[in-house]
């Protein structure tokens, strides 16, 4: 699994639990094969207790992942490392320099939804209704929802576009956590989300899993550990050359070809009927996974500059 970090304050358990000598052993260590505490701590020269501290580090971290199987001696904590290539994006004089319309649109404010079992959403402080009961959805209460997972079908979100005609747009990018839904948890269940702007088909992303190995750095504590605790911070880009998720091109479908004029957009996040991997859909919010954020979408443009009038031109 690749892991894509930025300079934030997101990242810092990462850049801290690589800033070990002992955490950079067991991640050489675990390239090789998986090991459990025991052999890991034998290798490097440390005692269990010491060697439990630094795997719970490069755990919470998302670098490693552990797993309880039986063992002769009883049940023992098998560690397996789960990424395999890292790219830090730095911030850059240009972009910090480039305008931009910010809209953040809560998890629960979508405006349709055609779905079907496993499915559930949640507050930060409680299940909404029943789980694996679409019409919960049309709760009350849905609006104030920061997760919601589906096995199938789409869900669909109105978002206000801000740009004035006298803005050029350059780019919209779209950022939200997702992951798949399995029923319980199960990292390696690969599941194609479909996305689409203003009924425009973009691409399709596969994800990896749903992830349940360790509990979210924001997932709240009565949150049950056997279902959806974190996902994967996805960056989706259209630009006048075509669409990318995460630098990697997935479309040819263009700024002009979505209308991004418009005044409102039709942002959809599906598991298609025809997917290769019908995998499902879980969107994390804020209060929920490893990036405490909904969905947001940042469209950057270029203002038009108006020429001044002359001192002494006639009025």
Aim: with cysteine.
């Amino acid at each position: 699994m690749q892991m894509r970090l930025d300079i934030s304050e997101n990242a810092l358990p990462v850049y801290e639990a690589l800033a070990s000598n002992v955490r950079l052993q067991i991640i050489q260590l675990l390239a090789k094969e998986p090991m459990n505490i025991k052999e890991i701590a034998e290798a490097v020269g440390l005692s269990s207790a010491i060697m439990t501290m630094h795997i719970k580090k490069l755990e919470k971290a998302g670098i490693i992942r552990t797993e309880m199987v039986p063992g002769k001696g009883g049940v023992q904590k098998i560690c397996m490392l789960c990424v395999d290539k890292m790219e830090i994006d730095f911030p850059t004089k240009q972009e910090s320099k480039r305008e931009f319309h910010r809209t953040e649109l809560s998890v629960g404010h979508y405006t349709d939804f055609e779905i079907y079992p496993t499915c559930g959403l949640a507050t930060t402080w409680k299940i909404i209704g029943e789980l694996d009961e679409p019409r919960y959805f049309w709760d009350a209460d849905r609006v104030n929802a920061k997760i919601l997972w589906f096995g199938k079908g789409y869900i669909e979100y109105k978002v206000p576009n801000f740009l004035l005609s006298s803005q050029t747009p350059q780019e919209l990018v779209i950022s939200m956590e997702l992951s798949s839904e399995a029923p319980s948890t199960n990292n390696n269940w690969p599941s194609d989300i479909t996305f689409s702007l203003n009924h425009v088909e973009l691409g399709t992303w596969t994800s990896p899993g749903d992830f349940g190995d360790t509990r979210g750095n924001y997932t709240p504590g009565w949150w049950p550990r056997e279902i959806n605790q974190y996902g994967l911070l996805k960056y989706l880009r259209i630009t006048p050359e075509g669409t990318y998720m995460d630098g990697n091109k997935i479309s040819g479908v263009t700024l002009a070809d979505i209308e991004i004029q418009r005044k409102q957009w039709t942002f959809r996040i599906a598991c298609m009927d025809d997917a290769k991997h019908i995998g499902g859909v879980t969107l994390f919010g804020t209060g929920f996974g490893n990036y405490n954020q909904d969905i947001v979408f940042q469209l950057y443009y270029s203002a038009s500059v108006q020429p001044m009038p002359l001192a002494n031109a006639p009025q």
